[in-house]
């Protein structure tokens, strides 16, 4: 049986399982802190991040845009992927902007794990910044329609899904819910689905020093 290393709060990793289990594929979760000592996840990526999807002969994918491309070409039904070029383009544009937001927010959460002198108060800004635009851009995509991109659920969906949840966990005070209406429609729709009800992020304690 495959293998996922994830962390519980990880959007990256949500990714993942939920194309997964929208894809019916039977694996096995494996939970850890990647910013500990004790974690697994340098025998299997030599990035030291996560998540990893472990296959059955021990060798392994990572960085979740690869893995979904993996799982994609490896289990093609259903698509989580236009077949269509200008939409596959389109879905791949807001996995890009979806995970930028993401990227911005976990360097956000490390510079708060910095003493309040040593925070930059300039970087800070800048990531938020990211952050706005991002889901700026991803409720203008998104509009009102019921799918982010195209006809049927997809990549797109799972990005902004992912991204959007992530932020009530790691940002709770950010007012996306009050800015943009369209898009907690269309979160609320998504975490109604079986593959994200089963993979609901929560955080994690860090034990080490990491910053």
């Given at each position: 049986?495959?293998?996922?290393?994830?962390?519980?709060?990880?959007?990256?990793?949500?990714?993942?399982?939920?194309?997964?289990?929208?894809?019916?594929?039977?694996?096995?979760?494996?939970?850890?802190?990647?910013?500990?000592?004790?974690?697994?996840?340098?025998?299997?990526?030599?990035?030291?991040?996560?998540?990893?999807?472990?296959?059955?002969?021990?060798?392994?994918?990572?960085?979740?845009?690869?893995?979904?491309?993996?799982?994609?070409?490896?289990?093609?039904?259903p698509p989580l992927v236009?077949?269509?070029?200008?939409?596959?383009?389109?879905?791949?544009?807001?996995?890009?902007?979806?995970d930028g937001v993401c990227?911005?927010?976990?360097?956000?959460?490390?510079?708060?794990?910095?003493?309040?002198?040593?925070?930059?108060?300039?970087?800070?800004?800048?990531?938020?910044?990211?952050?706005?635009?991002?889901?700026?851009?991803?409720?203008?995509i998104a509009g009102g329609?019921?799918?982010?991109?195209?006809?049927?659920?997809?990549?797109?969906?799972?990005?902004?899904?992912?991204?959007?949840?992530?932020?009530?966990?790691?940002?709770?005070?950010?007012?996306?819910?009050?800015?943009?209406?369209?898009?907690?429609?269309?979160?609320?729709?998504?975490?109604?689905?079986?593959?994200?009800?089963?993979?609901?992020?929560?955080?994690?304690?860090?034990?080490?020093?990491?910053?």
């Amino acid at each position: 049986m495959l293998r996922l290393i994830s962390a519980t709060p990880s959007p990256y990793a949500r990714k993942v399982r939920i194309a997964l289990a929208e894809k019916a594929i039977p694996f096995e979760l494996v939970t850890e802190v990647p910013w500990d000592s004790t974690t697994r996840t340098p025998q299997h990526n030599p990035l030291e991040k996560l998540p990893v999807l472990i296959f059955e002969d021990g060798s392994s994918v990572y960085e979740s845009r690869y893995i979904l491309e993996v799982i994609e070409a490896r289990w093609p039904v259903p698509p989580l992927v236009p077949a269509e070029t200008w939409e596959r383009l389109a879905a791949r544009k807001v996995e890009v902007i979806a995970d930028g937001v993401c990227d911005a927010c976990v360097l956000l959460f490390w510079e708060r794990h910095r003493a309040p002198e040593q925070q930059s108060a300039e970087w800070i800004a800048r990531q938020r910044r990211k952050v706005d635009g991002g889901l700026r851009a991803l409720a203008e995509i998104a509009g009102g329609r019921e799918w982010v991109v195209g006809e049927r659920f997809g990549l797109a969906d799972i990005c902004t899904g992912t991204v959007l949840r992530y932020l009530d966990v790691r940002f709770p005070e950010h007012p996306w819910r009050s800015q943009y209406p369209n898009l907690v429609a269309l979160s609320a729709r998504l975490e109604a689905r079986p593959s994200f009800a089963a993979s609901v992020p929560v955080p994690q304690v860090i034990t080490d020093k990491v910053v």
